[in-house]
């Protein structure tokens, strides 16, 4: 972003979609080169939700600090503990295999204010896709959201298995 800003572009001209910039990383890059991209996650901390709002709550009043950002590894953890949990209730046990069956198409409410889903047959989550736009504070505001959760699509069509020693067709 740096040698990007340097080279006179900005987000006026040509925005940069990021993949793997967020709330987290923010405060590490240079605001003025930041304003105006854009950015793509599954949880914003920014979506308007009250169970969002209530997640970010919870997460202040733990950490002490009532300025603490959430972000999307933050409530992919949560969501994977919760689902875990769940799991465990579901199964009556601890036992690997049964927890595993048991979270098979198990769905929760979560902190982004959609109720997502483990797909039943690969263990990937159905959940939203939000595209956000970093504003002049460093603050990432939802500009798109999906109106439902989208099925997971854990491996690239791109990219074909091969078997060891098979030559590429």
């Known amino acids: 972003y740096r040698e990007f800003a340097r080279a006179g572009l900005t987000a006026e001209v040509l925005p940069i979609m990021s993949l793997s910039i967020g709330e987290a990383e923010l405060p590490a890059l240079p605001r003025t080169s930041m304003t105006g991209h854009y950015v793509t996650w599954n949880y ?6 009250p169970a969002n709002r209530d997640f970010i709550s919870a997460w202040r009043d ?10 999307d590894p933050m409530e992919a953890t949560w969501l994977g503990f919760n689902l875990w949990t769940a799991a465990v209730e579901k199964a009556g046990t601890l036992d690997t295999n049964k927890v595993r069956a048991a979270i098979s198409g198990l769905s929760i409410d979560a902190p982004s204010g959609f109720r997502v889903r483990m797909d039943r047959e690969n263990h990937h989550l159905h959940k939203p896709a939000a595209i956000g736009r970093i504003d002049r504070h460093g603050v990432i505001q939802p500009v798109w959201i999906s109106d439902d959760v989208l099925p997971p699509e ?3 069509p791109w990219l074909r298995v091969q078997a060891p020693g098979k030559d590429a067709a």
């Not at 914003?44 to 939700?49: G, P």
């Not at 733990?62 to 972000?71: E, L, Q, R, T």
């Open 154 to 156: 854990p491996w690239s």
């Open 44 to 49: 914003l901390h920014e979506m308007d939700a």
């Open 62 to 71: 733990f950490s002490g600090d009532p300025k603490a950002v959430a972000n």
